[in-house]
């Protein structure tokens, strides 16, 4: 049962992304620091502004909530196991490349978990006065920009937008069928983003790359809200399931924090009447046999 009052955390997480927009807008055009996390140079950025963005995010929750436990994308966390029903999944800036080179196509994606179930979940964009999606469990989609999806076949159709990573040909298994049917295919740079867009009506369909726990927590609820569909990529059975993946790393008022920051995985976002054809025609793992073009399953 939740204790805590749902509006108070409703209020938080819409003010706190309209916050951190703000401050992320503020910076673009002034010099800040950029660091690699891997080895490979320019592979996975940091920028001071995440790092400013998580903490502004970090300490508006704090204040608030100070016995709720934090999940973000960035530094370094100490802690293997916190205690605490609420988890606040934070992405400061999804689309950090973006940013560094001034392109609009990034977001800041903040999701609430209790006791492992995702309840709350915002995404915003820095479009449009601050473009917000969000959703609460139960309540539906809300946003500041809605768009009305009309679904025209049971298929995707040519001309509306498919979100797919660069290499998914590659990364998924695909039959002939889809690509036939596949829609105008982008990659805007940003999972969280993408997935948003599904949900409020912009796109048709997203493809994942294979991204982490706070790419996707916040979308996976919004995608839910909007009476679409989302479905977790099980890579090891190579077939598509409609679950929450995280929901097994808490227990008795435990999370297992470095399983959730080091997970990693795919998702499909789709309408509803498309289902059953990406299902028959896309599977989630197409290095389970390699062909030099298309997976073929």
């Known amino acids: ?34 660091k690699d996390k891997n080895k490979i140079t320019g592979d996975n950025p940091v920028t001071e502004i995440d790092l400013k963005t998580q903490n502004l995010i970090i300490s508006k929750i704090h204040s608030k909530f100070p016995k709720h436990a934090i999940l973000g994308e960035e530094g370094k966390f100490n802690k293997k196991i ?5 988890l606040w999944i934070i992405d400061p800036i999804d689309g950090t490349k973006n940013f560094i080179n001034a392109l609009p196509l990034y977001c800041v994606s903040i999701a609430v978990m209790f006791q492992g179930n995702i309840i709350a979940g915002a995404i915003g964009l820095p479009w449009k006065n601050n473009f917000i999606i969000s959703a609460f469990e139960g309540s539906g989609l809300q946003s500041t ?16 937008i498919t979100f797919a990573p660069t290499y998914f040909q590659r990364s998924y298994g695909i039959k ?11 990659n805007l740079g940003s999972t969280a983003a993408e997935l948003a867009l599904v949900a409020n009506g912009n796109a048709q369909l997203s493809l994942s ?49 470095d399983k959730l920051k080091n997970w990693r995985g795919k998702f499909m976002a789709c309408q509803r009447e498309h289902t059953e054809f990406l299902l028959n025609n896309i599977k989630p793992n197409g290095r389970k046999k390699r062909f030099p073009f298309i997976n073929l399953f």
């Open 145 to 160: 920009s809605p768009k009305r999806y009309m679904v025209e076949n049971s298929k995707p159709s040519a001309g509306l």
């Open 82 to 86: 916190v205690k605490s029903d609420y």
């Open 1 to 34: 049962m939740i204790t805590e009052s749902l509006s108070g955390i409703k209020d938080l997480l819409i003010e706190v992304i309209d916050e951190s927009l703000n401050l992320i807008k503020k910076s673009e055009n002034i010099d800040y620091k950029i």
């Open 209 to 257: 790359g294979y991204a982490f726990t706070w790419d996707f927590a916040a979308a996976w609820i919004l995608v839910k809200e909007s009476n679409k569909k989302i479905f977790f990529g099980n890579l090891n059975d190579n077939k598509w399931q409609d679950i929450n993946p995280w929901k097994k790393y808490y227990n008795n008022g435990l999370y297992e924090l």
């Open 176 to 186: 002939r069928n889809f690509l036939q049917s596949s829609g105008e295919i982008r």
